[in-house]
């Protein structure tokens, strides 16, 4: 379900960038995504 795919970017991000990957996050519910998507990931990034 969806806990899984979060923890599956967490762990994606910590595998990539290492300690620089250390992020925060949340989860929200909706009853619906568009394309009945189940989940939704979204990312913001600073590059330097």
């Known amino acids: ?3 899984r795919v979060i923890n599956g970017a967490s762990e994606l991000f910590g ?3 290492g300690d620089a990957g ?3 996050r949340s ?3 909706v009853s619906e ?3 009945n998507a189940p989940v939704e990931v979204e990312g913001i990034a600073e590059v330097s």
């Open 27 to 29: 989860a929200v519910g």
């Open 1 to 3: 379900g969806q806990p």
């Open 33 to 35: 995504l568009p394309r």
């Open 22 to 24: 250390a992020h925060a």
């Open 15 to 17: 595998e990539v960038f």
